[in-house]
């Protein structure tokens, strides 16, 4: 019955499913949040105010509605070098910074650089995401999850954790075919720790909870000036780590985008989100949080739970602050076993399993990229195998590029030599190209024909320049045919060898730095 009415007025259970998904997303983010701060060596409060902050703003004025941000590992791992050598004061100067860094580049509209990112680089980065997601879950399974050598359970409180665990992904996978009124993983989560609390009041068990990591409560967060001096021994301090986490943050957070747009089949708007971003890094450092950015898992598990909207984000945040401020003794009592279920869930629904069949089907260069991808995500963080990914993709395709150029030689009835270009000019091509010609055997008249071919930068502009010379001083008569207009503006000594054809020449630019 439930789902006859969700369908017919589908439209006007839409804020439903994105405050439900949003209850969903806050539970979610509290273990991650203080995780994340003991990561980065700061108060549990610390994350829980950059989740709530960072994530309020981005929800309201970023470019990417359903999407979650929030304080994340990937920035933790950045912070803990600067709290460690300077202290958590200069924590938050340098979070704001990051913050116009970010403003800034959205404001030069810098973000839709995204597109650039190959899909070999796309699928590395999610299935390098899903191990990470994984690999995180595994503290859940010690002693203790906040310590980094907590010995691993064993016995009946291993098999029990386990068994939460399972229960949780079963109610996920299957309540969605009975119905969805109620996001999966939010029931499940209340379902297992209603169902524990039940068994541990008639039993000696007892199942890690949310307030086993670290107490949650707390007040509104509040304005704090820096209390380091603001002047360029501090500015020489924390630039570096700004910047690092300003790129880290929105290569991070653009890539989510991108995978929620396909998942969607939407369009976000990425320079809109890196001044939304921005904006909230500034607020919350000024309001003593670690900064933050886009949270793939939460973000996947707000989309999966119906979240579509700006409202599904908002009452996340929302939802996050109550629980610091009035029902933290609630939260604390969520185990950590539930939340772990569904991060396991995320991670099943994230990885590209499609892309274990690749092998034969795709050029071996594509799939050591998603490989490569993949495992520099897990070892180090995904902002650098994004970079790595696309510098890699990058000089393969220029080495295959270059190889496609060829030349066809004939000699026409009066002896003039045509040499016909066909194949991209530019840096990786250019040597190829000299060497296809030999001024000093070629007759006295000779025409090269760039019909089939484009001269891409500057690399290729100086090699016809070089090529040109060399056949000058042979007393060559050079003809160069079907340049664009652009290319023969930079050419030095064009003036007497182009033959120029307007109704022929192509019209196309020269990617070159002489030009406006």
């Known amino acids: 019955m439930f789902d006859l009415i969700y369908r017919k007025y589908g439209k006007r259970f839409r804020a439903k499913d994105d405050l439900l998904s949003g209850l969903t997303v806050a539970l979610a983010l509290v273990p991650e949040a203080v995780a994340f701060a003991f990561v980065a060596g700061v108060a549990p ?116 954790m386990l068994g939460l665990v399972g229960l949780t992904m079963l109610i996920i996978h299957f309540l969605p075919k009975f119905t969805k009124a109620i996001p999966s993983s939010l029931a499940a989560i209340l379902t ?97 949080g670690m900064g933050g950015c886009a949270m793939i898992g939460q973000s996947m598990i707000n989309i999966r739970s119906g979240g579509r909207g700006r409202l599904s984000g908002i009452s996340a945040s929302i939802f996050l602050l109550s629980f610091i401020l009035v029902g933290s003794r609630y939260i604390e009592m969520i185990l950590l076993a539930a939340l772990t279920g569904v991060m396991m869930m995320v991670v099943l629904g994230t990885f590209e399993w499609a892309s274990l069949r690749l092998y034969g089907r795709v050029p071996k260069e594509d799939l050591f990229v998603v490989i490569l991808v993949s495992v520099v995500t897990v070892f180090t963080d995904l ?87 060399r056949y000058l001083n042979h007393g060559t008569k050079l003809h160069l045919r079907h340049l664009s207009k652009d290319c023969l503006n930079l050419l030095d000594k064009a003036a007497d060898i182009v033959e120029v054809n307007i109704m022929e020449d192509p019209n196309y630019h020269v990617a070159d730095n002489k030009m406006a």
């Open 45 to 160: 409060l610390v994350g829980l105010y950059a989740a709530f902050i960072v994530g309020l703003i981005t929800a309201i004025f970023g470019g990417r509605p359903g999407m979650i941000s929030g304080a994340t590992g990937a920035l933790a791992v950045v912070c803990v070098s600067l709290v460690a050598q300077h202290g958590v004061e200069y924590l938050f100067p340098t979070v704001v910074l990051m913050g116009l860094i970010q403003v800034a580049v959205g404001l030069l509209r810098l973000g839709k650089f995204i597109r650039l990112v190959p899909h070999p680089v796309m699928l590395g980065f999610v299935n390098g995401l899903a191990i990470v997601i994984f690999l995180a879950q595994i503290p859940q399974f010690t002693v203790d999850p906040t310590a980094p050598d907590a010995a691993w359970k064993s016995g009946k409180d291993l098999y029990l």
């Open 192 to 288: 297992v720790t209603g169902i524990t609390i039940l068994i541990e009041s008639t039993s000696g068990f007892h199942s890690q909870t949310v307030g086993d990591l670290a107490g949650i409560g707390g007040g509104l967060p509040s304005w704090k000036w820096f209390t380091v001096p603001m002047n360029l021994e501090t500015l020489n301090i924390i630039w570096k780590y700004s910047a690092i986490m300003a790129a880290v943050g929105l290569i991070e957070s653009l890539m989510t985008m991108s995978l929620i747009d396909e998942l969607t089949e939407t369009r976000g708007r990425g320079n809109k989100e890196c001044i939304g971003q921005g904006a909230a890094n500034i607020l919350t450092g000024f309001f003593g």
């Open 383 to 469: 902002a650098l195998a994004v970079l790595v990914g696309v510098l890699v993709s990058a000089l393969v395709f220029a080495w295959k590029s270059a190889k496609h150029i060829h030349v066809t030689e004939t000699i026409n009835d009066h002896g003039t030599k045509m040499y016909l270009l066909e194949g991209p000019l530019f840096f990786a091509s250019v040597k190829e190209f000299q060497e296809k010609f030999n001024p000093s055997e070629d007759p006295e008249d000779v025409i090269i024909d760039f019909k089939d071919s484009r001269v891409c930068d500057h690399s290729g502009i100086e090699a016809i320049n070089t090529l040109t010379e």
